[in-house]
C-alpha cells in the first residue's frame, strides 16, 4: 500500500486479517431481480454480516493494526450508525475504549446497537443534525483527548478492509461476474472494491450508487474534487455523506466505471420488495444497489452475473410507515391535494360522486386550518389502484367547480407530509 492509493495487495492482505475475524456472508441469487432484468442477479448480503453491515471490516481492521501505545489512548469515531457498530464491535473484541459521535438523525435502533456490541467499552455521544457535524465533533475529541480517530472511509487501512468483500464475493461466485454494484457515501466501500477488482478483474464494471438527496461523489466528479454539499437529504442515512474523502475520491475517479443517483422512493420500493418477497431486511443505504437494478436494466449482458452489495440491515421498525409512503409516491399510487369546500350542502358528497371513481381512496383528510374550516382548504391524500388512472382523476378535478390545487412531490409543502 503506498501513501496515497490502496492497491490489490493491501486488500488481501486485510483479508488475511478479517478471514478468522468477520462473518464470510452468503452470495444469494435473487431470482425476482433476475427475472426484472433477464440477467443473473446475486446479492452479496452484508446485511447479514456481524453487526449487520460491512462496516465492521474497515473498523477492525484499522484498530487491530493499532500499536499498545494506541490502543491505550482509545478510539473515537463519528458515525450514521453502522460504522459506530463495527467500532464497537471492535472495541469489545479488542479490549479498547471508545466513543462514537452520531448525529441526531440516527436511528434509535443503531444507536442501542452501538451500546449493545460495545459492551460497556464505548461511550455514545449525539451531536449535530449531520453526519459532517458530528465528524467534527469527533476530530475535536481525537485533538483534545489523544484518542486515535478511527475514520468511517478516508482512511487507508477503513478502504482496504472495506475491500475485501470484492475478494469475497469473486471467491464465491459460481458464475462468471460482469458487474458490481454498491452503494456509495464517503466513498470507502466502493473505493476499495475497485482497488482490488481492476487489479484481479480488470473486466468487471463496477458501479457506484448515491442518493440523489447526497451525491456528493456526483459533486465531486463534476467539481474536480470533493466539495460540501449545501444541503444533504438524511433519510438514506448510512450514505447521508456531505462530502466525499479526499483519499476516496481519486479512487473512484480512476477505477469506477459509473457513479449513479437514485430517488429516495426507489429505494423505498426496493426495501419492501427485498422484505415482503425475499424475506431480506435492509436498511435504505443496504437496498441502493438493488435499486439501482431497477433503473439501469436493459444495460447488462445476458450471459455471466450482476452482483449488488446488500450493505447493512440496520433498520428501525418505525420508519416502515415513511417508507411505505415514499414509495407509494414514488410509483405513481398515492397523490395529495388541496381541496376548497364551499360551506354548502353536498360539497363533499360531490368529491366523493363526482370526483373520485371505483378503487380510488381517501387516505388522508386534514384541515389545514384547524380552528377556521370555512376559509381554509382540506388536505387529502387519494390512493390509486394504478398509476394510470392519474389521468382520468385529474380530468374530473378540471371540470369540477370545486378549487382543487396538486401538491406535486417536488413541493416545499411536499416536505411536511414525509
Known amino acids: 500500500m ?5 492497491d490489490a495487495a493491501a486488500v488481501e492482505a486485510a483479508a488475511e486479517v478479517l478471514r478468522p475475524v468477520v462473518r464470510r456472508t452468503e452470495l444469494e441469487h435473487s431470482v425476482r431481480l433476475s427475472d426484472l432484468i433477464g440477467s443473473t442477479v446475486l446479492l452479496k448480503r452484508e446485511n447479514r454480516q456481524l453487526t449487520r453491515s460491512y462496516k465492521v471490516r474497515g473498523a477492525y481492521h484499522l484498530i487491530s493494526g493499532l500499536t499498545d501505545a494506541e490502543r491505550a ?21 479488542l479490549g479498547v475504549q471508545g466513543r462514537v459521535y452520531v448525529p441526531s438523525n440516527t436511528p434509535r435502533q443503531k444507536r442501542q446497537r452501538i451500546l449493545a456490541l460495545g459492551e460497556g467499552r464505548v461511550e455514545l455521544i449525539v451531536e449535530g443534525s449531520s453526519y459532517d457535524v458530528a465528524g467534527a465533533a469527533a476530530l475535536v475529541d481525537s485533538e483534545l483527548t489523544g484518542a486515535v480517530y478511527v475514520p468511517p472511509f478516508d482512511d487507508l487501512r477503513t478502504i482496504a478492509g472495506q475491500g475485501t468483500i470484492a475478494v469475497e464475493l469473486m471467491e464465491q461466485a ?28 480488470p473486466g468487471v464494471r463496477i458501479i457506484g450508487v448515491e442518493p440523489d438527496g447526497a451525491a456528493s461523489m456526483t459533486a465531486a466528479l463534476a467539481a474536480g474534487g470533493p466539495v460540501l454539499l449545501p444541503e444533504v437529504d438524511t433519510f438514506v442515512d448510512g450514505a447521508a455523506v456531505g462530502r466525499v474523502g479526499d483519499l476516496t475520491y481519486p479512487l473512484v ?18 426495501m419492501l420488495d427485498l422484505y415482503q418477497v425475499d424475506g431480506i431486511i435492509a436498511e435504505p443505504a443496504g437496498a441502493l444497489a438493488s435499486a439501482a437494478v431497477r433503473e439501469l436494466a436493459g444495460t447488462f449482458p445476458e450471459d455471466g452475473a450482476v452482483v449488488c452489495i446488500v450493505s447493512g440491515g440496520n433498520n ?14 414514488h410509483q405513481g399510487l398515492r397523490h395529495y391535494f388541496l381541496v376548497s369546500f364551499p360551506q354548502e350542502p353536498g360539497a363533499l358528497r360531490h368529491f ?26 382540506a388536505l387529502v391524500g387519494i390512493e390509486l389502484e394504478s398509476a394510470a388512472n392519474l389521468a382520468g382523476l385529474l380530468d ?20 411536511f407530509l414525509m
Request: with cysteine; hydrophobic share 40%; glycine share 10%.
Open 2 to 6: 503506498s501513501e496515497a492509493s490502496v
Open 73 to 93: 489512548r482509545g478510539v473515537v469515531c463519528a458515525s450514521a450508525g453502522n460504522h459506530g457498530q463495527g467500532l464497537a464491535w471492535s472495541c469489545a473484541q
Open 174 to 201: 459460481r458464475t462468471p461476474v460482469h458487474t458490481v454494484i454498491a452503494p456509495l457515501g464517503g466513498g470507502g466501500l466502493v473505493a476499495g472494491l475497485a482497488a482490488w477488482l481492476r487489479e484481479r478483474h
Open 253 to 270: 475517479r480512476d477505477l469506477v466505471d459509473d457513479v449513479v443517483t437514485i430517488d429516495a422512493g426507489a429505494v423505498c420500493t426496493e
Open 316 to 329: 428501525d421498525v418505525s420508519r416502515y410507515g415513511e417508507i411505505v409512503e415514499r414509495s407509494l409516491v
Open 352 to 377: 366523493l360522486d363526482d370526483v373520485l371513481s371505483e378503487s380510488e381512496d381517501i387516505v388522508v383528510f386534514d384541515y389545514v386550518k384547524k380552528n377556521n374550516r370555512e376559509t381554509g382548504p
Open 396 to 415: 374530473r378535478m378540471e371540470t369540477s367547480p370545486l378549487t382543487i390545487e396538486r401538491v406535486p412531490p417536488g413541493s416545499p409543502l411536499f416536505t
